[in-house]
């Protein structure tokens, strides 16, 4: 090969490699109006940690709580919710802790000072996200209260992906007896109560058991006799994506041009939804049924179908939350229920591009919130209230009024906004008059 030949090939290679960094630098410039060298807030995926990556999974079974998480997995913020400033990053980032709690602390968390007012939120994944998207605007609400001022709020998340009452009664009963001191709990639930139960009634399960989408990984994983072939082959799937996640995250995160770090991103996005779509076919996988199981799950005490079946959720679902009213009491401590907004049990107007994000007509929780929600409203208005005195918020509505989008997925969580409006609604219930007592 001529030595002209060389020095054109080697001018094509880097006319096409200048091409390709231009064209990076301007889409994301177009996506994120940073120029790639210059943008301070660059958006980093998540790498996990190295014990998950080498294990099949992060995620733990607590003798009490149900499913859990191992400690110090790093608490993975999906890119669109990581803002573009400052202002929207945590300036300490949140980890599993030593009980399995995404949190920048370990627990119990003791009161050093009277100054400390410990605020407890309680729920399922969207408690868990509320604490790290909604918590600061409510806590700075509640500090300009003259009751509150100068004192130091400190939250306390015990929120957990999956979990349904009486998860949430028996992880305050459990901390309480740890000495974990509160002055206020929130507890942000309904959801997880109708859908999850309607599941576990599915499999066989009875609906106050934790979630069999949560605990069925676990239980293959103890007990491996239950794994089917499907269930075998999926599971191996998941530990190879993980992996396969973790090292397209380090590419992308340390890229130094940004063609390289748009092409590492890119991968990344389609290993990602390979993974998840793994992680879902594993959750709906039947299991084998393997009667000498190490972890025995309750069968269904009652054949209840259609409202009886939901109706008895509900009533379940209040009297935990009166138990809690009545732990707490006991204690001083002022306690707010509040039942999330969800889209399967709405009347608000969605617009067409919200709709394609928030709905799927195949959707497993769809059945539930539309037909649990209702009794859930039901026995809020006569047990929670009337009975037990629960201070009470319906959200439901809270997001009615507000054509830009609200939710963030097909299931159940929320965009920024969406817990912006939570956090507002939330501190609006606090603030009424006598709800929060000088502690």
């Known amino acids: 090969m001529s030595r002209r030949v060389l020095v054109r090939l080697a001018v094509s290679l880097v006319a096409l490699l200048v091409f390709a960094e231009a064209a990076a630098l301007v889409l994301h410039y177009a996506e994120t109006g940073w120029l790639f060298y210059l943008n301070p807030h660059r958006v980093s995926r998540p790498v996990g940690s190295d ?38 990053r945590p300036a300490v980032a949140a980890r599993t802790n030593n009980f399995g709690f995404v949190s920048t602390t370990d627990y119990p968390i003791p009161r050093t000072s009277d100054r ?38 400190v939250p306390v998340c015990l929120a957990h992906e999956g979990y349904k009452q009486p998860q949430q009664l028996l992880v305050l009963a459990y901390f309480l007896s740890m000495g974990q001191p509160f002055d206020l709990v929130v507890t942000i639930d309904g959801f997880n109560e109708v859908a999850l ?53 380090r590419r992308s995160n340390g890229a130094r041009f940004a ?62 939350s009166g138990e809690m009213q009545t732990l707490l009491a006991a204690r001083g401590v002022a ?16 617009s067409e591009a919200e709709r394609k994000v928030a709905f799927i007509d195949a959707s497993p929780f769809k059945p539930g919130a539309e037909h649990g929600y209702p009794q859930l409203k039901g026995e809020a208005a006569q047990r929670l209230l009337r009975t037990h005195g629960v201070r009470f918020l319906d959200a439901t509505g809270i997001f009615d009024g507000t054509p830009a989008q609200v939710y963030l997925d097909n299931c159940c969580h929320y965009t920024r906004l969406g817990n912006d409006l939570l956090a507002d609604a939330i501190a609006r219930a606090l603030l009424a008059p006598g709800v929060l007592a000088q502690r």
Not at 335 to 350: D, E, I, K, M
């Open 51 to 88: 014990s998950v990556q080498a294990g099949l999974t992060g995620d733990a079974l607590h003798p009490y709580f149900g499913p859990t998480h191992q400690p110090g997995l790093p608490f993975e913020m999906p890119p669109e919710l990581q803002g573009a400033t400052p202002a929207h």
């Open 116 to 153: 400390q007012y410990f605020v407890g939120i309680f729920g399922g994944s969207v408690g868990l996200w509320f604490c790290q998207l909604g918590a600061d605007r409510l806590l700075t609400q509640l500090h300009r209260q003259p009751a509150l001022a100068g004192r130091e709020l």
């Open 197 to 249: 139960g309607a599941m576990n009634d599915q499999r066989g399960f009875d609906s106050s058991m934790p979630s069999v989408l949560h605990l069925d990984p676990m239980v293959n994983l103890i007990n491996q006799g239950t794994l089917t072939p499907e269930k075998a082959e999926t599971l191996g799937e998941i530990s190879t994506g993980r992996r396969a996640l973790a090292r397209w995250a």
């Open 259 to 320: 063609a390289t770090h748009l092409i590492a991103d890119r991968i990344y996005a389609l290993v990602e939804k390979r993974y998840r779509a793994a992680v879902l076919r594993f959750s709906q996988l039947p299991s084998q049924s393997v009667n000498a199981s190490l972890i025995r799950v309750t069968p269904k005490t009652a054949n209840r179908t259609g409202e009886a079946f939901f109706a008895e959720i509900a009533r379940q679902w209040a009297e935990a």
């Open 335 to 350: 306690y707010l229920h509040v039942l999330q907004p969800n889209q399967y049990a709405s009347t608000r107007a969605f």
